[in-house]
């Protein structure tokens, strides 16, 4: 089994920053995809960002792309997302999840361990 914990949410207003973390523990797959999504009140949990293994592989949403960035550290077994000109409509709580296969995947139903989520809040 995988845990996988959040860190770095918070209130910020819109134009300014944030990094979220998510450390991985426990029986960690080698090889495997990481990835960002986020879900606001009424909404459903919709896919940010993902990263291979090596991290030469990234891939975005269009909302947030030129915004954010995801990066890992392989020896911490964290991953990162970089989060610039925040907007009021990037508010939601943002989990991370990780998939035990080397190709990315979009849908939330293709990530096979979740983090309990962090909230982000973006003021006007």
């Known amino acids: 089994q995988v845990q996988l914990a959040e860190s770095g949410g918070g209130l910020v207003q819109a134009g300014g920053s944030l990094r979220l973390s998510c450390a991985a523990s426990?029986?960690?797959?080698?090889?495997?995809?990481s990835g960002w999504f986020r879900q606001a009140p009424g909404t459903a949990r919709e896919f940010v960002a993902a990263i291979n293994w090596s991290g030469f592989n990234t891939v975005y949403a269009d909302s947030v792309k030129g915004r954010f960035t995801i990066s890992r550290d392989n020896a911490k077994n964290t991953v990162y997302l970089q989060m610039n000109s925040l907007k009021p409509e990037d508010t939601a709580v943002y989990y991370c999840?990780?998939?035990?296969?080397?190709?990315?995947?979009?849908?939330?139903?293709?990530?096979?361990?979740w983090g309990q989520g962090t909230q982000v809040t973006v003021s006007s």
């Open positions: 426990g029986r960690i797959f080698s090889n495997y995809v």
């Open positions: 999840a990780s998939r035990e296969r080397s190709s990315i995947g979009y849908g939330a139903n293709e990530y096979d361990y």
